[in-house]
């Protein structure tokens, strides 16, 4: 088996260009520590020299294969080993999945994420999530794939269907891992998202707050992300959805000015990444959700569902556009 370590970036190969900056942890937990309002109005200049702060990509997310999966993520509703009252799902037929990926770009999604809940694919999974991959594309729509840990030549066969990205989310600090996940390692993560990157394929990677970590842990999940090399293309920001039945079913709820203040870390530390607020949003005020976007955030999950979790209707994200004048990243 092949070994792709995803390249971090070294102290000697700093640069003058921001995007290429070495970030110590130190460096973000100071960050961290700004006072509020300079911090998300230092993050809202680096979002306006970097994009259209009118403008927001939307995203679909769809769980095309649900639970059953044999990892032992605190968090997660998926996992085997908790009884939280999900149903194991057989793979969805590809007509439904075609037919929901052209309602997300009618809806005016230019991307359509899609899920499977394995601890890694096998070989003939990843022959039918490609025909799949090829159906999606055909209809114009970016096409981003989560089916956990690769294989080796499974990431060339996935880009080779015709996937954009590959979501894979480093979940939390490498200090705080080990609290969180025990049926694999933060290393395994790393070796994945290498093989994705040689394959060619864009990185989705981010990570979830609110695990009872903290602050200078949530400062090295955001030191992990920013020192990939290259940084990912989009970086997930999820705030932890409590399930009944997971071991963080109780876990110590987050301030919501601490979630705006990764949002804006998150910004500063990756300017040319789209940051999207993800998990958690459901229960977002509106007027947190603005601070968000006002700190750096400029894309979204869209649609009703986040794999087996709540999302505002579209009808809400609309009107919540609509008052902050927020329009819709185009199709390419």
């Known amino acids: 088996m092949t070994t792709y370590a995803v390249k971090l970036k070294a102290k000697s190969e700093m640069s003058p260009h921001p995007t290429a900056q070495y970030w110590r942890k130190c460096e973000v937990e100071a960050l961290f520590e700004m006072p509020f309002l300079d911090l998300v109005f230092k993050a809202a200049e680096v979002h306006r020299q970097h994009f259209n702060p009118q403008q927001i990509q939307l995203s679909t997310l769809l769980s095309i294969k649900t639970g059953g999966c044999p990892e032992d993520c605190e968090y997660c509703p998926q996992s085997a080993r908790y009884d939280t009252g999900l149903e194991k799902q057989a793979m969805l037929d590809i007509s439904e999945i075609v037919e929901k990926a052209k309602i997300a770009k009618q809806r005016g999604a230019s991307r359509f994420c899609m899920g499977a809940a394995w601890r890694g694919p096998k070989p003939k999974d990843i022959a039918v999530v490609s025909e799949i991959i090829k159906a999606v594309k055909a209809l114009g729509l970016e096409t981003c794939g989560t089916f956990g840990l690769l294989e080796d030549g499974m990431a060339e066969d996935l880009k080779q269907a015709g ?126 959700q ?3 976007f006002m700190a750096g955030a400029n894309s979204i999950f869209y649609g009703e569902k986040l794999l087996t979790t709540d999302n505002p209707e579209q009808d809400h994200d609309r009107l919540l556009m609509q008052k902050l004048d927020l329009t819709p990243l185009p199709l390419n």
């Open 163 to 288: 996937l954009d990205y590959y979501n894979h989310n480093l979940d939390t600090a490498p200090e705080h891992y080990h609290k969180v996940i025990h049926t694999r390692q933060h290393e395994d993560r790393m070796d994945t998202l290498g093989k994705v990157r040689h394959a060619g394929l864009k990185v989705c990677c981010g990570g979830i707050v609110g695990m009872n970590e903290t602050r200078p842990e949530r400062a090295g999940l955001i030191a992990s992300l920013a020192n990939l090399d290259p940084q990912p293309e989009s970086v997930p920001i999820n705030q932890l959805v409590k399930v009944e039945g997971t071991p963080l079913a109780d876990a110590e709820p987050l301030d919501w000015t601490e979630f705006v203040r990764t949002i804006a870390v998150a910004r500063i530390t990756m300017p040319n990444s789209y940051v999207r607020l993800s998990a958690g949003r459901h229960e977002m005020p509106e007027a947190m």
């Open 290 to 292: 603005a601070l968000c």
